[in-house]
Each structure stands twice: as structure tokens, then as C-alpha cells.
């Protein structure tokens, strides 16, 4: 199984872990606060529908030879789509989130090598298609944990914490000044779940300033 074909299995993983965890949501839980600031849980589910419909523009696009928008309007259409479906019924939030993965699951498995080496425009720019499984990925899985639900960032699994560390390890690199790369001594000494989440801004790690790499 190569890089591609861990990533797509990834998402298909964490797809299904959040289905199960949604399944029985209630109109009251669609209202109570997430753990995202100003976010409830009916914002945070909506997001993920949102987020999967976006990369769908994108991979559909490379496949017709195009370099497409992920969201045509905007950060603006982003954020209003998102408030307009964040008040819905909770069976109305957990059909859009279903039918918004199976759609984006169906783009998976039509892309062709070719599609795979196009590339697409996000909200913060340029992304290549390659890419666009891991990105799915890091998205359900820390944003379920965001829902407050239950789901932690405890709760990833080891293989994806592991990629994320080494992903998020080469951004941190990238950013520091010349011959000063490698995570701090104290991000090193953490568990691998708390670090990855550290990296994600999802933990703190005592001595350390907020990785601030996701922002």
C-alpha cells in the first residue's frame, strides 16, 4: 500500500468513526457549545460537510484538466454556508455530513494519475491534488475531536498521529531561522498524541508558546 493509498484508507476510517460517533446526535446536542470558540456542534458538523464538498470542487476539476476554486465565493461563501447550516435539526446535520463524504468518497475513486498530479486553489492558496487525502484526513479527525462529544485527540490513531507529526515537524522546521530546526526539547518529551496535538492547537505542553502552525 503506497502514501496515496494510506491516506484515502485514512479518510474512509475516519469517516466511518464519525459517523458512529454522530449516530443518535440530538437537536439539543446540535445547539450545545463545541469545543471551537463560537462554534457549536451544528457548526463544527456543518464544517466537515462543507470542507468535503469543497475538495470534491477540486479533485472534479483536475479531473476535467482544471485547476478549480475549493470554495467559488470565497472565505465569505466558506463562512456563510457554515452559519446557514449550524441552527439545522440534528437528522438534517447528519445527512448532509453523510451524503457530503459519500460524494467526496465517490471523487476519490474516480481520479485518474493524471488528475492526481493537478492541483487546485484553497482559502490560504495553491494545493495539489496529492495532498488532498492527507488534508480530508487531518480534518475529520481533529475536528471530531473539536465536536466535545466524547472523541479526544486521545482517541486518534497512532498511525495518524505519527503523520502528522512528521508533517507538522517539517512545517515547524520551515519556519524557524537557519540551523534552529527541530521540535523544542519540551515537545519531544510529551507522549506522541499529546505533541501532535500540540502542533495541531489542540493541547498545551508546559514551557511552550501555542505551535500557532495552523493558523
Known sequence: MD???????????AHRTLAARLEGLTDEQARQPSLLPGWSVGHVVTHIARNADGLRNMLEGALRGDVAAMYPGGLEQRQADIEAGSSRAAAELLADVAAANERLEAAFAAMTDDAWAGSGV??????AMREVPTRRRTEVEVHHADLGLGYTWQDWPTEFVRVEIQRLSMLWNSRQPMGLTGLPAAALAVD???????????ADIDGLEPARLMG
Do not use: I, K, N, S
Open 192 to 202: 506522541e498524541h499529546r505533541r501532535a496535538a500540540w502542533l495541531l492547537g489542540r
Open 122 to 127: 484553497a482559502a490560504f492558496g495553491p494545493v
Open 3 to 13: 502514501e496515496r493509498e494510506r491516506a484515502l484508507a485514512g479518510v474512509l476510517a
